[in-house]
């Protein structure tokens, strides 16, 4: 499964066309992703003391049946590979939707499926 830390307004729009966009694939060609592994410190370093976010979660297969191009990319600033899909994401490719805000004393949190506790 691949990640995504969204705006709410995206995923709103995204309910009402059927895909989901950014603002990232219109300026870069690609729609930046997380592994699981990699969330946290994603929201840390570009969503601090952001509340209007949502957490998608997309089928990696689905994507790919759908004709939508994954490709895992090295970013040097972060040491490491991220996932950058090169298209719009068809809701059908969309497993799960969590509400994404920072705690009170602003660290985000995995939700609860994702991080091993109960569902």
Known sequence: MLYR???ASDWQRAQQTGFFASADLQAEGFIHSSEQPQILETARRYYARRADLVLLEWDEAALTAAHVRVEREWVAS??????HVFGSVPLAAVRRVWPFAPDT???FQLP???SGGAE
């Open 5 to 7: 830390i969204a705006e």
């Open 78 to 83: 972060r040491g490491e590979a991220f996932a």
């Open 105 to 107: 004393v602003g660290q």
């Open 112 to 114: 609860a499926e994702l």
